[in-house]
């Protein structure tokens, strides 16, 4: 079994998740600039054995596409060229930035550090997966 890895794109910083070789356990991995994601992707899949991106979907309430999704189809696109050996699956990411900044203010980070933007994509990007592993168990 391989790793699933999440992506929360986003068009100048994303962030990343990933689970254990066992894909019980997702935990945030890192944030990268968003220019330098294919690159990224390209090293961690040469050293690490990764079974499917799990990339975030962000949608309006009323279930339409949001905006940033035109960006994130051009990224799907140069990924599916570059890593073609690797399945997609989108997951949607609604309120995960806000869940994010409520599990920092949860977990006692103080107000400088809930201001930490890479932090809060890493901790989107971790619940993206960890939405795709509970409806898939």
Known sequence: MGRILAIDYGTK???LAVTDPMQIIAS???TVETKEL???LKTY???EDVEKFVVGEPKQMDNTASESEVHIQKFLEKLQKEIPQIPVVRVDERFTSKMAFQTMIDSGLKKKQ???KALV???SATLIL???LASNS
Do not use: M, P
């Open 45 to 47: 899949v040469a050293t």
């Open 130 to 132: 960890q939405s795709y």
């Open 121 to 123: 994509d890493e901790i």
């Open 114 to 116: 809930r201001q930490n």
């Open 28 to 30: 945030g991995l890192t």
């Open 38 to 40: 294919i690159q990224y």
């Open 13 to 15: 910083r994303t962030g």
